[in-house]
C-alpha cells in the first residue's frame, strides 16, 4: 500500500506537486494519470525516496521507506528517465543492485529471463535500444519481489509483445495481492490494465476513481436515441439528473438514466423508439475533459 | 497483507505473494554491490594497468637515463627513490578519474537514482565506494611502488650507482608514503565527484588541485608562498619527498595528517550533501 499525504514539493519558485493526498490500495492495479509536468514523476521519485518532499509525508506499505530496513522487499521503482550504467552489463546492473539486498545471481537469471533479456544479459546496456533499457528497468524493479511495484512509463518504447508482457505482468502483480502503481500516457493500454486511477493536474489530485466511475461520469457516457418524437420525448425524460440533448435532427443523446429506464419510458408514453444505443466515454475522453484546464503545455498550433 | 477493496469494485482475486528474496541492507552487502560495479568497469581496468605501467615505466626511464644517482650529502638514498617514484604523479591524475567517476558516472547516467532507490538509506552507498576504492588503489599502487622500488635500484646500480635499500633512512617511508598518497588521492577524488556530480567538473576541480594550484603557486613570489606546504599535493608529497614547494616543507608524516584532513573534510561534505540533497 502507498499513502500520501499532504504531499507538497517545490523546485525553485515552482511547485510540481501540492498538497497531493492519496492511498494506492494493494490487490490492484492503479493507472497514475495526468498531463506531461502535472507532477507524476516527481510523486515517484518522492515514493522511492529520491526527492525530499518539502511537507507532507508517503508512506510505503505501512512504513517510511527511507527506514526500511529491507528496502528491495518493500518496494522496486521503475522511473522515466534512464537509470542503468551504459558501462555495464544487463546482468552486472542487476547484479550490483541486487547485492545490496543479499539476492542471489539465480534470481537476477530469473527477472533476466523473465524480462526476455536472455540473450543481451552480457552485453553492455549503453547500446540498448529504449524497449531494451524499459526491460532492464522492470527487472530491476522486479528484482527483490517487492511488495509494492512502481513504473513510470513502463511500455513505453515496448514492441507489441513487451506492451502485452507488461499487461499481464502488472495484472499477475495485483492478483499476488501486491501494490501496483503505473503510469501511462497511452490511455487505450491504460484501460485494459487498470481498475483504479488516480488523476493528477497542474501538481494537485484530480480524482481518485475506480475506471468504470471516471469513465462512467464523463460527456459521452449516455444513451443515443433515435425517435421521430424527438422533443415529445425530450419532455417526458425530463426529470432532474438527466440530460437530454436534442441537436435538432432525429436523435436524442441522453445521460443520466439507462437505456432500459429510456425504453420503458417511451412504451408508456406510446412514442416510438427506431434505436436506443448506450454509448461510453473512452478512458481517453474522459481523461480529456477532466485535465483540459489543468494541461501545462498546450500544443501550440500547427504552422 | 490483505487487499482492502472499494465500494462498487469486484473483490480482487488474492494469492498469496511469493517469499520475498530481499533481505536487509547491510554494508557489506553494499561493499560486494559497489564492488560488482567498479570491476566491471572498463575504465577501471584502463586507468588501473595505465597506472601501473606509468609508475614502473617511469621509474625505469628515470633510473635508465641521465646521470648516475650516488648518494651523498646532499642527495639522500630517499631522495633518489622519490625521484624514481616520479610516474605517482602522472598516475594520481589517471586514478583520480577513477575516483570521481565513481558518483559522477553514476549521477552522469541516471543510475545513481537506482542506485540510491535500494539502499534508501545512502551513507552506506559513500562509504561503500570508498572502501572498495582504497581497496582497489592501495594494494594495486603498493605493489607498483614496490615493483618501481626494485627495478629502479636494479637499473641504478647495474649502471654504476649507489645500491640504495629498502633499510637506508626515509626509504621504506618513502615507497609505502607514495601508495598511501595516492590512496587519499583518490578518496579527494571520490568526494569531488560526489560533491560536483558532473564529470567535467570533478575532473576539472581534481586537476586544478593537484597540477594546476601547485604549479601556479610554485611561481607565486617568496613573500606571499607561505601557504603553499599546506596545499593537499604538497602536504601529501612530504611524505614521499614529491612537496613542490619553495617554503619549508612539512615533516612527512604531518603533511600527510594534513592531506588525509582535506580527504576527511571533503568526504564529510560530501556525505551531508548526499544525505540531504535531491538525487
Not at chain 1, 13 to 25: H, N, P
Not at chain 1, 34 to 62: C, E, F, Q
Not at chain 1, 81 to 104: D, E, F, Y
Not at chain 2, 3 to 28: C, D, E, K, S
Request: glycine share 12%; with cysteine; proline share 5%.
Amino acid at each position: 500500500m502507498i499513502e500520501i499525504d499532504g504531499l507538497t514539493k517545490r523546485y525553485g519558485d515552482k511547485t510540481a506537486v501540492d498538497g497531493l493526498s492519496f492511498v494506492v490500495e494493494p490487490g490492484v492495479v492503479t493507472g497514475f494519470l495526468g498531463p506531461n509536468g502535472a507532477g507524476k514523476s516527481t510523486t515517484m521519485r518522492m515514493i522511492a525516496g529520491l526527492d525530499r518532499p518539502d511537507s507532507g509525508t508517503v508512506r510505503v506499505n505501512g512504513k517510511h521507506y527511507p527506514k526500511a530496513p529491507a528496502p528491495m522487499a518493500e518496494l522496486g521503482i521503475l522511473l522515466d528517465a534512464r537509470s542503468v550504467h551504459p558501462g555495464l552489463s544487463a546482468r552486472n546492473n542487476l547484479l550490483a543492485l541486487a547485492r545490496t539486498a543479499g539476492i542471489g545471481r539465480r534470481r537476477v537469471d530469473e527477472v533476466i529471463e523473465l524480462a526476455g533479456l536472455g540473450e543481451v544479459a552480457g552485453t553492455r546496456a549503453g547500446g540498448f535500444s529504449l524497449g531494451m533499457g524499459q526491460r532492464l528497468g522492470v527487472a530491476a524493479a522486479l528484482l527483490g519481489r517487492p511488495q509494492t511495484v512502481v513504473l513510470d512509463e513502463p511500455v513505453n518504447g515496448l514492441d507489441p509483445d513487451g506492451v502485452r508482457w507488461i499487461r499481464l505482468l502488472l495484472k499477475s502483480l495485483a492478483a499476488e495481492g501486491r501494490t501496483v502503481l503505473v503510469s501511462s500516457h497511452l490511455m487505450s493500454e491504460m484501460a485494459q490494465t487498470a481498475t483504479q486511477l488516480v488523476v493528477l493536474g497542474r501538481g494537485k489530485l484530480i480524482t481518485e476513481a475506480s475506471v468504470e466511475d471516471f469513465t462512467g461520469h464523463a460527456t459521452g457516457t449516455g444513451v443515443l436515441v433515435r425517435t421521430p418524437e424527438t422533443v415529445r420525448l425530450a419532455e417526458v425524460l425530463a426529470a432532474p439528473g438527466v440530460t437530454v440533448i436534442n441537436d435538432g435532427t432525429a436523435v436524442l443523446r441522453v445521460s443520466g438514466i439507462t437505456a432500459e429506464q429510456i425504453g420503458v419510458a417511451a412504451w408508456r408514453a406510446h412514442l416510438p423508439v427506431y434505436e436506443l444505443t448506450p454509448t461510453h466515454a473512452s478512458l481517453e475522453e474522459a481523461f480529456m475533459q477532466v485535465t483540459q484546464d489543468s494541461i501545462e503545455y498546450h500544443a501550440g498550433a500547427t504552422r | 497483507m490483505s487487499a482492502v477493496t472499494r465500494p462498487g469494485l469486484a473483490p480482487p482475486l488474492v494469492v498469496p505473494a511469493p517469499a520475498t528474496v530481499a533481505g536487509p541492507v547491510t554494508q557489506v552487502r553494499v561493499v560486494r554491490a559497489e564492488w560488482t560495479k567498479l570491476r566491471a568497469l572498463r575504465s577501471t581496468r584502463w586507468c588501473t594497468l595505465i597506472a601501473a605501467v606509468l609508475i614502473v615505466g617511469v621509474g625505469a626511464l628515470v633510473a635508465g637515463s641521465g646521470t648516475v644517482y650516488h648518494v651523498s650529502a646532499g642527495n639522500s638514498a630517499a631522495a633518489g627513490i622519490s625521484g624514481a617514484l616520479l610516474g605517482v604523479l602522472i598516475a594520481q591524475l589517471v586514478l583520480g578519474v577513477v575516483g570521481v567517476l565513481a558518483f559522477s558516472g553514476e549521477y552522469g547516467t541516471g543510475m545513481i537514482r537506482a542506485t540510491l532507490a535500494v539502499v534508501p538509506s545512502r551513507l552506506p552507498v559513500l562509504w561503500a565506494k570508498l572502501i572498495v576504492l582504497a581497496g582497489l588503489v592501495l594494494p594495486v599502487s603498493m605493489l607498483c611502488a614496490f615493483a618501481d622500488f626494485f627495478t629502479a635500484t636494479a637499473i641504478e646500480s647495474s649502471r654504476g650507482g649507489s645500491a640504495i635499500s629498502l633499510t637506508d633512512p626515509g626509504v621504506l617511508r618513502t615507497v609505502v608514503g607514495s601508495s598511501l598518497y595516492l590512496t587519499v588521492v583518490v578518496i579527494i577524488g571520490l568526494a569531488l565527484g560526489a560533491l560536483l556530480r558532473k564529470t567535467a567538473a570533478g575532473l576539472s576541480a581534481f586537476a586544478a588541485v593537484f597540477f594546476v594550484i601547485p604549479i601556479v603557486a610554485g611561481t607565486l613570489p617568496h613573500s606571499i608562498t607561505g601557504f603553499t606546504p599546506y596545499l593537499p599535493s604538497n602536504a601529501g608529497g612530504a611524505l614521499w619527498g614529491q612537496s613542490a614547494t619553495s617554503a619549508q616543507a612539512l615533516s612527512p608524516w604531518t603533511g600527510f595528517a594534513v592531506l588525509c584532513g582535506y580527504a576527511v573534510v571533503l568526504t564529510g561534505l560530501a556525505a551531508w550533501q548526499l544525505r540531504h540533497r535531491d538525487a
